[in-house]
């Protein structure tokens, strides 16, 4: 149970509706990263031909951070005071991460991870946001997690890039 007291900051239980904000907002993060381990894993299996294998290989470590990720956003939701949600609650949204039609078609992939990189960068920013001043501990993990997510989308930047350089579009 949350303790009353102001100096228990997020903890507080004057401080329960922020911190269910937050938690739902924690618990959108969660299944964005378990999605994108199920699009990562399946992106770095099928994707055929000489230009696949850098971008497996990419996808293949982002697969280990992704749900590093998750692991991270369910024990902070633990934290405070929030349940981890079960797999019922799990709704699909990465649409453009599904397979290609051709299994050499790298762009579709690239641009893929760049849409999924991107609604993550937009999501950390506004949990970041929503958490300035009142979480500071959420607020700290979250910037780190959104350094991840902006690496990766910079390392797929440069994989579109070259393919649209070499007319791969
Ligand atoms: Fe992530
Ligand atoms: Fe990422």
């Not at 303790?3 to 997020?10: D, Q």
Request: proline fraction near 2%; charged fraction near 35%.
């Amino acid at each position: 149970m949350a303790v009353k007291s102001t100096r228990l900051g997020i903890l507080a239980e004057e401080n329960r509706e922020k911190r269910e904000r937050i938690i739902e907002l924690l618990e959108q993060a969660y299944w964005m990263e378990i999605e994108t381990v199920m699009s990562y894993i399946s992106c770095s299996v099928n994707p055929d031909g000489l230009r696949a294998q850098e971008v497996r290989e990419a996808l293949e470590t982002d697969v280990e951070e992704e749900l590093g990720h998750a692991r991270q956003f369910a024990q902070r939701i633990k934290e405070l005071y929030g349940v981890v949600p079960g797999s019922m609650a799990f709704r699909a949204t990465q649409e453009s991460l599904q397979p290609p039609e051709r299994q050499t078609d790298i762009l579709h992939i690239v641009r893929g991870v760049i849409d999924a990189e991107s609604g993550a960068i937009e999501h950390y920013n506004r949990l970041i946001e929503e958490t300035d001043g009142v979480d500071w501990a959420t607020q700290d993990m979250v910037i780190a997690i959104l350094r991840d997510e902006e690496a990766h989308r910079r390392l797929f930047e440069g994989f579109l890039r070259e393919l649209e350089d070499d007319g791969a579009a």
